[in-house]
């Protein structure tokens, strides 16, 4: 079977974590420690060599010196660069940790490695400030471990909620911040929340409906409503629910615990009204019906073809 390129194996359907180090066989070390050697010698020149170009570089610039002569020590620092990866100094491995929306294709253009190329002349840095422009990437580390593998370690956005505004949907993450690129339609279960300042807030709902994981799954979107409070869908005909100003997370335990206790969400309800502390107004399907206009009953998930960036 034939080898497979450190690319071939990053692009595979899980990034590559490691595996377990090989016994250390010590007459396999002996027989080709000298070959073993020699490789550190050139090795070591190419780095000296390298050295010394920049320095030279630096030091003609200061001096004025004309640019054919500059062109010549770059010359020597690429030769040198081309030796240390024949010498064993060359990408032979791509290891990434943390990788789960980020297409793997993607983070090997952002490094712009390639096998075989010298690993003394990749760049960390600037590889790590190329992976943390990418959507789904929150921070990364990038380090060169010789002799030939580069280590990515990526934490990614985490999506939490979709997001609805004028017809349009997108992926938000923890901090409220749009996914630029990600798929709504890969979220389907999350909770839609609606209306223009929704992001800011959402992460509160989120963590306010955490208490209460049997109601938090009814959820099926959450409209902001004049930018002070929310309203909440339940899905599969449920009641709309209307969730005061002050204190929310009140109200969502209120309406948890009647539903444990009496089935609320269950009933023929078409409003659930929480915004009184003291009581609660319920409206029934049959009442909305008679008070509703004319046309198509409405959900309270939006309903259409979800459209991204």
């Not at 450190?6 to 420690?33: K, N, Q, T």
Request: aromatic residues 4%.
């Amino acid at each position: 079977m034939p080898r497979m390129s450190p690319i071939a194996r990053l692009a595979g359907a899980a990034p590559r974590l490691g595996g377990a180090r090989r016994p250390v066989v010590r007459r396999r070390i002996a027989r080709f420690g000298w070959l073993r050697s020699r490789r550190v010698a050139i090795a070591a020149a190419c780095i000296g060599a390298i050295a010394l170009a920049i320095a030279g570089l630096g030091a003609l610039h200061r001096m004025g010196v004309h640019e054919a002569i500059a062109d010549g020590v770059r010359g020597v620092g690429d030769s040198a660069l081309r030796a240390s990866a024949q010498a064993g100094l060359g990408v032979r491995e791509i290891v990434v940790v943390g990788r789960r929306f980020t297409p793997a294709q993607d983070i090997v253009a952002a490094t712009r490695l390639r096998e075989g190329a010298p690993l003394l002349a990749f760049d960390p840095s600037m590889a790590r400030a190329e992976l943390e422009r990418m959507p789904w990437i929150r921070s990364a580390s990038v380090e060169r471990r010789f002799p030939g593998t580069v280590r990515i370690d990526i934490v990614e956005r985490r999506p939490v909620a979709l997001w609805q505004d004028q017809g349009r949907f997108a992926v938000l993450d923890e901090d409220g911040r749009e996914i630029r690129g990600a798929d709504p339609g890969a979220f389907p279960q999350f909770i839609v929340v609606i209306g223009p300042d929704a992001p800011r807030h959402a992460n509160e709902l989120l963590r306010l409906l955490a208490h209460e994981p049997d109601l938090a799954g009814r959820v099926s979107s959450a409209s902001r409503v004049a930018g002070r409070r929310w309203d909440l869908a339940i899905a599969d005909g449920g009641p709309r629910v209307l969730l005061p100003e002050a204190d929310p997370g009140a109200a969502i335990a209120r309406l948890a615990e009647l539903h444990r206790r009496e089935r609320l969400l269950d009933r023929s309800l078409a409003q659930v009204d929480l915004r009184l502390a003291d009581r609660i107004a319920l409206r029934p399907l049959a009442t909305a019906a008679a008070d509703a206009p004319a046309g198509p009953p409405q959900s309270g998930r939006p309903r259409g073809t979800i459209r991204g960036n």
